[in-house]
């Protein structure tokens, strides 16, 4: 913990700005909550479909940019001038059908990143899931593996990509069979460290902590356990 409270404090020197895409889900959400407490940067910017309402009000550090994401050309403006971007963003097949799964978790963040790499975002933090592969035949899987390939090709100084198991978290619309598969491997986590899923909390953790620290290639692909150490390092379980 030493060494990351130095590099936090190194790193607000800096008086970086970063976005949130995805604050409304639950890694977002926790997300959001872990930037704003460690007050790493000068100004953060939640970009969505609608405005939150937050405990914390807007201030000169925090504030909310509404685009519409059919047209998100329209909002580059709400890219510009951020060093750092992380993406949560997604959607289910169940809710939005195969082809709005593609638009959300594809396409949408396919062009945010374009436009936060023209803005001259450096740094670019991906949510991702285990098991992604283009060449995948399910959908799910080749979506994610998709997005991750296209937004790697545009070349960010720094493109990380998470991959967690199982989110361990009591999501607020029911899903029968995320329900028992988080019991299941939460159960198994508490007797000893899986691969196969992960606290909610450690996720958006890890993706901060992350963010202090310097790879030492431009891309990087964290699997679960990858996250859960960086989780850890971070000051959390």
């Known amino acids: 913990m030493g060494d990351v409270k130095a590099l936090e404090e190194n790193f607000r020197l800096q008086n970086k700005s970063c976005f949130i895409l995805g604050g409304s889900g639950e890694t977002g959400q926790l997300l959001l909550q872990e930037v704003l407490g460690r007050r790493l940067f000068s100004r953060v910017t939640l970009i969505g479909r609608r405005p ?34 992380y993406c949560c963003l997604g959607t289910t097949k169940a809710k939005a059908g195969a082809d709005g799964f593609v638009r959300v978790d594809h ?7 374009e436009l936060a790499k023209a803005g001259g975002c450096q740094q670019f ?18 979506v994610k593996g998709q997005v991750e ?15 967690p ?8 619309e029911s899903r029968p069979g ?18 196969m899923a992960i606290p909610i909390q450690t996720v958006g953790r890890a993706m901060v902590t992350n963010t202090l620290l310097q790879p030492g290639a431009k891309t990087e692909i964290l699997e679960n ?3 859960s150490r960086l989780g850890a390092e971070g000051g959390g379980p």
């Open 52 to 85: 939150l309402s937050l405990q914390e009000p807007e201030s000169g550090e925090l504030v909310q940019e509404v685009v519409d994401f059919e047209k998100l050309e329209e909002f580059a403006a709400a890219f510009q001038g951020h060093d750092v971007g």
């Open 107 to 113: 396409d949408y963040v396919l062009k945010a990143a």
């Open 125 to 142: 933090h991906l949510e991702s899931s285990r098991g992604a592969n283009k060449d995948s035949s399910f959908l799910y899987l080749r």
């Open 149 to 163: 390939a296209d937004v790697g090709a545009l070349g960010f100084d720094r493109f990380s990509v998470y991959r």
């Open 165 to 172: 198991g199982v989110l361990l978290v009591d999501r607020a």
């Open 178 to 195: 995320e329900w028992l598969s988080r019991k299941v491997l939460g159960a198994l986590r508490a007797m000893a460290p899986t691969s």
């Open 225 to 227: 356990n990858d996250i």
